[in-house]
Structures are given as structure tokens and as C-alpha cells.
């Protein structure tokens, strides 16, 4: 398994790969509705982790349809800041992983969670490695 390093040169054993479903694409006026972070160490998955999210308000029809999350499933799920102390132990300082994870960490910068570790973007990558690729979502990449 390739080791990433951070700025100070330490070797990271350790990464979470995080993924969010939300109720729109703006972080100022759509809301989380759940979350999940996959841990991994040098022999693999070691922790998941994942949670529903009440979003104070309905869930567009059309999000329920992508994400197949409906507003009977958040309902009493908790709200966002009340899940922050144990994601903040869950992630602690490894090396934050996702797709186009900008668009994830924003959502938690504007619901209270600062991650202010190493983030490594597989969009990014996905340039990188396949420059002439049309379709760059996750879906477009497996059929590669």
C-alpha cells in the first residue's frame, strides 16, 4: 500500500475516506443528510463510520431519489453539531480522503467541522492519471 506523507515528512499509516450525501450542492442553503467515513491502516478497513443527519427540513424529492435517503430516515437522526466531538475521534489526524472531497469538507467547514489535516483530492488524481477521460465521476471512472 503506497504511504502518503504530510508537509513535516512524517509517514501517515493511517487514512478515512469520507463521503456525504447533502440536500443540494450550496453549503450556505442545502444541508447534510448523512455521512460516512471509512478507515484504513496498513492492513486495511480498521473502522467505518456512519451516520444519518436531520437536516431541519425536507429532503428534496429528487435527492431522495439519487441518494435513495428519505425524510423518515432522518428523522430522528441527530443533528450535525452533536456528531462533531465523535467525528473529530473518529478522523483524528489521518489523512482525509474523498472524490471531489472540496465539495464534502465545505459542507463541514459551514456546519461547524474545521478538519485542518492533510486532504487528498482522488478527483485530482483521476486528471492526472486518465487526462483524456470524458467522464470523471466516480461512475464514469469504474467504466474505465
Do not use: W
Amino acid at each position: 500500500m503506497t504511504q502518503l506523507t504530510q508537509n513535516n515528512g512524517q509517514i501517515k499509516n493511517n487514512y478515512c475516506v469520507i463521503d456525504l450525501e447533502t440536500t443540494g450542492l450550496d453549503n450556505l442553503t442545502d444541508a447534510i443528510i448523512e455521512i460516512a467515513v471509512i478507515k484504513f491502516d496498513l492492513d486495511g478497513i480498521s473502522e467505518t463510520y456512519q451516520s444519518f443527519v436531520n437536516p431541519g427540513r425536507e429532503i428534496p424529492p429528487f435527492i431522495s431519489d439519487l441518494t435513495g435517503i428519505f425524510d423518515k430516515d432522518v428523522l430522528v437522526a441527530p443533528e450535525f453539531n452533536s456528531i462533531i466531538p465523535k467525528l473529530k475521534e473518529f478522523i483524528g489526524d489521518s489523512i482525509l480522503i474523498g472524490h471531489n472531497v472540496g465539495f464534502d469538507v465545505g459542507f463541514l467547514r459551514e456546519f461547524g467541522f474545521n478538519f485542518e489535516g492533510t486532504i487528498f483530492d482522488t478527483l485530482d488524481l483521476s486528471y492526472v492519471i486518465h487526462p483524456t477521460q470524458l467522464d470523471y465521476s466516480l461512475t464514469g471512472l469504474s467504466l474505465f
